[in-house]
């Protein structure tokens, strides 16, 4: 039995796109190309029923058909902005990631991956300390990005006009160059000063 005054986390249930190679970040704009059979039945469920969809990375990208375990259980909700299907049958998608969330369980489906998951919410444990970290992590970014000419320069001016410390991390992570397993440690960091402090 819950506490009282403790809030029920609101399970959603929603279809799930599994990624290959790629983690796709909250605030973050991302095209995507889609071949797979139940991969494009779960856009198009998303796309009749107007919902999001979840986005979970595979562990494994060369799994052609995964199963539930071969999926990390953080994922990202995400809202498609554009679709379009291309002459040779695979599905051209632009999505934008908006909140972590943890899925619970999957609901069975043959034709596609249905799960129901939560919303994983950003808590500060400390402000002072924090906002100390984003300076940091602002300074520090601004050096790398100055040694690494494959970050465009305008990157900084956007990172400089972040001032909610999860967006910051995220924003960040998602333009390093990192292994998969790298920047899905850091999704599944939902405290964002704790992100700041791995991303440093």
Do not use: W
């Not at 399970?11 to 790629?22: I, T």
């Not at 990631?97 to 249905?114: A, T, W």
């Not at 444990?125 to 100390?132: L, V």
């Amino acid at each position: 039995m819950s506490q009282s005054g403790r809030k029920e986390a609101t399970l959603l249930k929603l279809p799930l796109l599994p990624l290959r190679d790629v983690i796709v970040f909250p605030h973050m704009m991302m095209p995507l190309f889609v071949g797979r059979e139940k991969s494009i039945n779960a856009l198009e469920e998303a796309m009749s029923k107007k919902t999001d969809i979840v986005l979970s990375a595979q562990k494994d990208s060369q799994t052609n058909n995964p199963a539930a375990g071969d999926l990390f259980e953080v994922g990202t909700l995400g809202t498609i902005i554009q679709h379009l299907r291309l002459p040779d049958g695979t599905v051209k998608v632009l999505i934008e990631g908006k909140k972590r969330v943890l899925i619970k369980q999957y609901i069975p489906n043959d034709s596609f991956f249905m799960v129901e998951c939560e919303e994983l919410p950003e808590k500060i444990d400390d402000k002072i300390e924090t906002e100390a970290l984003m300076r940091s992590v602002k300074a520090t970014f601004e050096t790398y990005v100055k040694l690494n000419k494959r970050i465009p320069p305008e990157m900084l001016m956007s990172v400089a006009s972040i001032d909610q410390p999860g967006r910051l991390a995220d924003t960040i992570v998602a333009q390093l160059s990192l292994k998969l397993e790298d920047k899905q440690k850091a999704l599944e960091i939902s405290d964002p000063g704790k992100r700041l402090e791995e991303l440093l």
